[in-house]
């Protein structure tokens, strides 16, 4: 039977299921070569993760190229962006412990809530009145300085249901000022500029820099106990994520029902409060992975697997991206990045300063 008749015999749902699942692998395979392209010794060197690395071709197939792709496939790229993206969020717990966070103590926790309350109060404030950005855009680009980058856009895009335009710009201020931290933090500290110890330079690294690898790639030009403190700090930012993620979802509740009120609707309905589910699996796998339950070789795997499905969403969301509407508001979002950069320096060098002389 030719695949003419198998196609014409299908049903309906079937053809939707077969272009899901087409769609899925597509984007599996775009993110196997998006991974081979971020192992180049050259582009790994800059601290850019897959996560960083994928958007960009995807972004430019899904631009250039978008109408190769079969329409029945959509739905599966759009699964890759959504509910898959939820369950890698989720799983991402396996990379952070108690155990470790203890290690920091008061110091390092204190660093972590006040770089990230401070970046994200700064960064919505300053995208929305100065810079005149929507709602979303300004969180999302604040996000991304304030916790754990591409991670934290992803998971913040699915709380918000933003566009996939909109995560793309804040990615792009992860990658321009992230890249830009990790070679200019170890220069100012080796110049002397910084006035900071290891510890000094570990909670200051950790606590400002956008991404993990980017804070590996920073610390490790100073000490291996400094990126041992930093890399801590930093995966204390990730465990943030959880209380955030649930302080903005009832936030973005309470905003949808002012606005449903002010339009005259009446309705005696209750709203559901939007309460991420993934960020409740990211501290269940936190606590998994604190306990030991699981073989050091199965969480590795688990990593392993989490940080493709992550590359997947990104991907994803790069081919769901068009660029006409990144030009809407780029300058913008990106110079809110820039705000944030400069608080992240400066302020950051303060709360570090407080944190070692109060709490030290």
Request: glycine share 10%; aromatic share 8%.
């Amino acid at each position: 039977m030719t695949t003419a008749h198998l196609t014409a015999s299908a049903s309906p749902a079937e053809l939707s299921t077969r272009g899901q699942l087409n769609g899925v692998l597509f984007v599996a395979l775009f993110a196997a070569a998006v991974t081979r392209i971020a192992s180049i010794p050259a582009i790994a060197g800059l601290g850019l993760s897959p996560l960083i690395v994928g958007i960009v071709p995807g972004a430019i197939y899904g631009n250039a190229l978008r109408d190769g792709m079969p329409a029945s496939w959509a739905a599966g790229v759009n699964f890759s962006a959504r509910k898959l993206l939820r369950i890698a969020v989720a799983f991402f717990g396996l990379r952070v412990s108690l155990q470790e966070i203890a290690q920091v103590g008061l110091p390092g926790l204190a660093e972590s809530v006040l770089i990230v309350v401070s970046t994200l109060v700064i960064g919505t404030w300053a995208g929305m009145k100065i810079m005149k950005l929507d709602r979303d855009t300004a969180l999302l680009t604040a996000a991304g300085s304030a916790i754990c980058g591409a991670a934290a856009v992803l998971a913040f895009e699915s709380t918000l249901q933003s566009k996939p335009h909109k995560s793309a710009m804040a990615v792009g201020s992860v990658v321009l000022f992230g890249t830009l931290s990790m070679f200019l933090y170890p220069v100012l500290f080796k110049a002397g500029w910084l006035h900071l110890d290891t510890m000094g330079a570990g909670l200051f690294f950790g606590g400002t820099i956008h991404e993990v690898a980017q804070v590996v790639g920073a610390a490790s030009n100073v000490s291996p106990e400094a990126t041992h403190i930093a890399t801590i700090v930093k995966m204390t930012r990730v465990m943030l994520l959880v209380p955030v993620l649930l302080v903005i979802g009832m936030w973005v509740n309470s905003s949808a029902r002012r606005t449903h009120a002010s339009a005259g609707a009446h309705s005696n309905a209750p709203r559901k409060l939007a309460i991420p589910w993934f960020a409740v699996g990211f501290l269940a796998f936190v606590v998994i992975n604190s306990l030991h339950v699981l073989p050091e070789a199965a969480t590795s795997t688990l990593n392993m697997l989490d940080t493709f499905a992550l590359t997947m969403a990104m991907t994803a969301l790069g081919i769901e991206t068009r660029i006409a509407q990144i030009r809407q508001a780029g300058p913008r979002a990106l110079t809110t990045g820039f705000i944030l950069y400069v608080w992240l320096i400066a302020g950051g060098l303060g709360i570090t300063w407080a944190v070692q002389h109060l709490l030290g």
